[in-house]
Nanobody, 126 residues
Framework: QVHLVESGGGLVQAGGSLRLSCAASGRTSSSYVMGWFRQAAGKEREFVAAIRSSGSSTYYAASVSGRFTISRDNAKNTVHLQMNSLKPEDTAVYYC???????????????????WGQGTQVTVSS
């Protein structure tokens, strides 16, 4: 079992930055692929970014590539999402997720992930 808790959301103006954190606890959480998803009001949940258990590989949705950076600190069991150049369309609830997979195949589907956090709200004003 892996327990995930997100933090760092808030209100920011367009062009600003936020850093989300996800604290993971549970057995061998550092061996999981970690991902971030988001869900805007009235829309489907969508993939944002993922990082391999070792941190050596990352994958981003086209809409955030070049603006967002995912990273992890396995010693502290945390995953971060640095979000720069934020746009109003980035407004959403952001979720951290964990996938227990042996390799790396750029997991971007919700069904790839077994564990989910409760989400943190990010609001970008224009």
């Amino acid at each position: 079992q892996v327990h995930l808790v997100e933090s760092g959301g808030g209100l920011v103006q367009a062009g600003g930055s936020l850093r989300l954190s996800c604290a993971a606890s549970g057995r061998t959480s550092s061996s999981y692929v970690m991902g971030w998803f988001r869900q805007a009001a009235g829309k489907e949940r969508e993939f944002v970014a993922a990082i391999r258990s070792s941190g050596s590989s990352t994958y981003y949705a086209a809409s955030v590539s070049g603006r967002f950076t995912i990273s992890r600190d396995n010693a502290k069991n945390t995953v971060h999402l640095q979000m720069n150049s934020l746009k109003p369309e980035d407004t959403a609830v952001y979720y951290c997720a964990a996938a227990n997979m042996g390799g790396w195949n750029r997991p971007s589907a919700q069904y790839d992930y077994e564990y989910w956090g409760q989400g943190t709200q990010v609001t970008v004003s224009s």
